[in-house]
């Protein structure tokens, strides 16, 4: 019939509006700016070093040079709310959450996802402020923790019933999209999306009945090569060096380092991107693995292995601190080790401790500073200035802080 709809004239654009449609309502209302490089993430090349693997994508930048403002933030577990208070404490984001922090640099130390409702939304946030940053020389980093590889993994025992509810709004608005483009005859097939559903089993022996269809959409989505594993967390770092800083979220150890820090983040990446189909333990499962180590983050200082964290700094060059999450500080902002590990996780999340937000600066002389929103911590961080003014030192953290970070002031 005339009336029928005839989309071979205006593929791209029936696709892009569907996808924009689904994007908006499944982050909670944004739009997200165009890709700063858009041909920067399609699988490129062939794979000299691996025949078993014949393709494989543009390589994830592991080393970045210390730029005039560096901001490190901690774990945000589903808390969008929280979140957006980290950022605007650091003047990165305006009143109406749009990037204002210039050529600064951001490290997001993983673990965005679980025990909050707000996952795919912080997902989609992130993404939306590396774009605008990108467009005025600045830099968003998210890393991957021991959440995000938890649930690509397929383990659910941090989610909650809204972080459930999510994925399950998001995989219903898969299908209306798809359903959308399906509609036009003569559309491209490559730009309908396969089933998120193809290869899910139909039933979880323990889920009650109604949490099926919100697990069943979370392992759709976060499996290797789920439509959200692939579109974001494929893009995160698990370790990556700003300027003389390492980040990661559990730990570094030597071997670690020996095994190659371009390396780790290339073979976590391809595994989540569907490429490899497993990634080593040692970096990403158990207990002396990257994102789960602890052995710089005890709250005890005595029970921090400060020989080993110098051991691995002296083998990666130029690099003189360790900035981790993963481990709850219930006194803010630490550092212990001569302040050479440097612990960020404040817990800040409401399906945590609900701790006040805090986030670490560092400026282009590699000095650290805490910003806080404590009006405590502020009280007590001025009487100490002004303590120590003959010396000019001050104390970023509180005198009856077990642990300290000072640097000159």
């Not at 902002?333 to 409401?350: E, H, K, L, P």
């Amino acid at each position: 019939m005339e009336s029928q709809i005839n989309c071979q004239i205006l593929p791209s654009l029936l696709s892009s509006f569907v996808d924009t449609l689904v994007d908006f309502s499944v982050s909670g209302g944004l739009f997200l700016p165009p890709e700063p490089n858009p041909n920067s993430d399609p699988i490129t090349t062939q794979n000299a070093k691996n025949p078993k693997y014949p393709t494989c994508l543009a390589p994830l930048q592991t080393v970045f040079p210390q730029p005039t403002r560096l901001i490190a933030i901690g774990d945000l577990h589903g808390d969008l709310f929280k979140a957006k208070q980290a950022l605007r404490l650091a003047g990165l984001i305006d009143p109406n959450d749009r990037w204002s922090g210039g050529s600064s640099t951001v490290v997001q130390v993983g673990d965005i996802l679980d025990r909050g409702g707000d996952e795919i939304k912080l997902l989609y946030f992130f993404e939306k402020l590396k774009r605008e940053a990108a467009k005025v020389g600045g830099t968003v980093i998210t890393m991957n923790g021991n959440h995000e590889i938890m649930n690509v993994d397929g383990d659910f025992r941090y989610v909650t019933r809204h972080g459930l509810k999510e994925f399950e709004n998001w995989a219903m608005w898969q299908h209306v999209g798809n359903f959308m483009k399906k509609m036009c005859d003569g559309l491209d097939g490559n730009v309908v999306i396969d089933d998120p559903f193809d290869g899910m089993p139909k039933e979880f022996r323990g889920i009650k009945p109604e949490l099926l269809n919100g697990v069943r959409a979370r392992m759709a989505a976060l499996r290797p090569n789920g439509l959200i594993s692939k579109r974001f967390l494929s893009k995160n770092q698990t370790v990556v060096v700003v300027g003389e800083s390492v980040f990661v979220h559990g730990g570094l150890l030597p071997k670690h380092v020996v095994y190659g820090l371009e390396r780790v983040n290339e073979e976590v990446r391809d595994w989540i991107h569907g490429l490899k189909s497993k990634v080593a333990n040692q970096l990403v499962r158990g207990r002396h693995s990257i994102v789960w180590l602890r052995n710089f983050s005890n709250e005890l200082a005595k029970d921090c292995d400060c020989s080993t964290l110098e051991h691995v700094l002296e083998t990666i060059p130029g690099v003189k601190r360790m900035i981790m999450g993963h481990t709850i500080q219930e006194h803010g902002i630490n550092g212990v080790c001569s302040n050479r590990a440097i612990r960020i996780d404040v817990g800040m999340s409401r399906g945590c401790n609900n701790g006040l937000p805090e986030v670490l600066e560092i400026n282009d002389k590699s000095e650290v500073k805490i910003l806080t929103s404590n009006p405590l911590y502020w009280k007590e961080y001025e009487a100490s200035l002004s303590a120590n003014k003959k010396d000019r030192l001050g104390s970023l953290i509180p005198e009856q802080r077990a642990k300290q970070v000072e640097v000159n002031a």
